[in-house]
Structures are given as structure tokens and as C-alpha cells.
């Protein structure tokens, strides 16, 4: 059974930097896409970036020359370094893990401060 594991969320002061990391447990095959998603009180969930298994990355307008994603076959990890953090970044971030399934994390805090 897969499983996803988030963890890097916290408080931080706008400008700053924070890394999540999403460990996944299980066999996973090839053709799954990586992602990290996002959902702030009040609004819906939302695509943050993703990572292909091919490498192909995706960005959303807002964090795109901000944020970097990555990951480790390897390791079965994947990590989202976040910079130039900004309030409105304040959310839960999700990871999730798609293809012929779908998997998600449990979630972790992420909180700018102004």
C-alpha cells in the first residue's frame, strides 16, 4: 500500500525559506506525475507545482522563480523548496502522487508571517 508523508511545514517570516519534503512508502511504478498542492482557509485546493516522471516540470504563475521542485527515485521523495515566502503562501500544503491512482499526504502547515 502507498503511502505519502509530508513533513518541513512551520512558521516563517515573509522572505524567508522553508524546504517540505514527501516521503512516499510502497512500490511505485512509472508514469506517476509528483505535486504539491495548496489550500488556504476560504479557498480551494490548488496546484502548486509538479514534477513528471519523465522530470517535466509545472509551476503556478504565482510561486514559478520562488519555488523548486524536486525529486529522488531513489529515496521515492520528493521536496519542494520554497523561498521569498510571502503571506499569502499561508496554507496547508498537500503532496499527492497521480497515475493509474491517486495519492495524497496527510498535509502540513505552512504559515507566513508579515
Known amino acids: 500500500q502507498v503511502q505519502l508523508v509530508e513533513s518541513g511545514g512551520g512558521l516563517v517570516q515573509a522572505g524567508g525559506s522553508l524546504r517540505l519534503s514527501c516521503a512516499v512508502s510502497g512500490s511505485i511504478f512509472s508514469g506517476y506525475v509528483w505535486g504539491w498542492f495548496r489550500q488556504a482557509p476560504g479557498k480551494q485546493r490548488e496546484l502548486v507545482a509538479a514534477?513528471?516522471?519523465?522530470?517535466?516540470?509545472n509551476y503556478a504563475g504565482s510561486v514559478k522563480g520562488r519555488f523548486t521542485i524536486s525529486r529522488s527515485n531513489a529515496e521515492n521523495t520528493v521536496d519542494l523548496q520554497m523561498n521569498s515566502l510571502k503571506p499569502e503562501d499561508t496554507a496547508v500544503y498537500y503532496c499527492?502522487?497521480?497515475?493509474?491512482?491517486?495519492?495524497w499526504g496527510q498535509g502540513t502547515q505552512v504559515t507566513v508571517s508579515s
Open positions: 499527492r502522487l497521480w497515475g493509474v491512482r491517486d495519492y
Open positions: 514534477i513528471s516522471s519523465g522530470g517535466n516540470t
